[in-house]
C-alpha cells in the first residue's frame, strides 16, 4: 500500500468519524450550557443535571424501563438459547426453516410490527404495560441472542459432544454440563445487548405502553416535541453513558471468553 492510499484512507476515516460523532459531542456539550436556549453557548452549569435528576416523572419512566429491559433481556436469553441448541438436533430443513424464522423479526419495518402486536394484544384483550412491552421487546431481542449463542454453538467441537455420548451421557446432562458452560459468555454478551436495545427503543415502546408504564425513550420523544432543551441534551447524555457502558461489558466479556479459549 503506497503513501497516497494510506493518507486518503486516514482522511476518510477521520472524515467518517467527525461526521459520526460530532452531532453526538454536541448534545453533551449543551448539556452543560447555562442558556435553556440551545442556540448560543452561555457557560457551564450542572443544573440541568440536577432538575433532571429532582424530575419525578422522568425518575418513574426510567424504572419502567430499567425493568422492561432487565426482563427482556432474561426472557430473550431463555428463548433464544433454547432456540439455538434445539437447532442442533433437528434436520438441516428445519434448521434452515427454524433460522428464517427468527430473523424475520429483524427484516420487518418497525412501525409495521408494532401495529401488528398492536392489533394482536388489542384482540388478546391483554391490557398494555409492563407484560406487553416485554413480550413486544423480546420479539425483536431473542433474534440477536439466537444468531450469537448459534454461532458460538457452531465453534464447539463435535467430538467433546461424541465422547460424552459414548460415556453414556443423556443428551439433557450434555446440555446442562457441556453445551450451555461452553456458550455461556455468548449467552451473557447476547444479553446485554438485548438490554441496551430494550432501553434504546422507541417505535415498539410508543405502541405498546400503558397509560401508567411509558418508557424513558418515548418520554424524551414526547418532550421533544415543544423543542430541544439542554435537559434533553442530559438525559440524552447519560442514556449514552449507559449505552456505551452495557455494550463495553458485553464486549468486555466477549474478549475475556475468547482469551480464555485461547489460554487452554
Not at 472524515?15 to 449543551?30: A, Q, R, T
Not at 422522568?58 to 437447532?87: D, H, M, R, W
Request: net charge positive; glycine share 4%.
Amino acid at each position: 500500500m503506497n503513501s497516497r492510499t494510506k493518507k486518503f484512507r486516514t482522511v476518510y476515516l477521520s472524515l467518517f468519524f467527525v461526521i459520526l460523532y460530532i452531532p453526538v459531542l454536541s448534545v453533551i456539550l449543551y448539556s452543560f450550557n447555562k442558556s435553556p436556549s440551545t442556540a448560543q453557548w452561555a457557560g457551564f452549569t450542572l443544573d440541568w443535571y440536577k432538575e433532571l435528576f429532582n424530575d419525578r416523572v422522568i425518575t418513574e419512566a426510567f424504572k419502567i424501563s430499567i425493568q422492561v429491559a432487565f426482563l427482556t433481556s432474561i426472557l430473550s436469553a431463555i428463548l433464544g438459547t433454547a432456540t439455538a441448541i434445539t437447532s442442533m438436533y433437528v434436520t438441516k430443513k428445519m434448521e434452515k426453516t427454524i433460522n428464517g424464522v427468527m430473523i424475520l423479526p429483524l427484516l420487518v419495518p418497525e412501525v409495521a410490527l408494532g401495529v401488528s402486536l398492536l392489533l394482536f394484544f388489542n384482540a388478546l384483550r391483554l391490557p398494555f404495560g409492563h407484560l406487553t412491552l416485554v413480550l413486544s421487546h423480546s420479539l425483536f431481542c431473542v433474534p440477536y441472542v439466537y444468531i450469537m449463542v448459534q454461532l458460538r454453538l457452531k465453534e464447539i467441537n463435535i467430538s467433546i459432544i461424541e465422547a460424552a455420548k459414548d460415556l453414556g451421557a443423556a443428551k439433557w446432562q450434555i446440555i446442562r454440563t457441556i453445551i450451555i458452560p461452553l456458550v455461556m459468555p455468548s449467552i451473557i454478551t447476547a444479553s446485554l445487548l438485548a438490554l441496551a436495545i430494550s432501553l434504546d427503543d422507541v417505535v415498539i415502546s410508543t405502541y405498546m405502553s400503558g397509560p401508567t408504564s411509558t418508557t424513558l425513550p418515548v418520554h424524551i420523544f414526547s418532550m421533544m416535541r415543544v423543542g430541544v432543551t439542554p435537559k434533553i441534551n442530559a438525559l440524552c447524555t447519560l442514556i449514552l453513558v449507559g449505552t456505551f457502558f452495557i455494550v463495553g461489558l458485553s464486549q468486555l466479556v466477549s474478549r475475556k471468553s475468547r482469551k480464555e479459549e485461547e489460554f487452554k
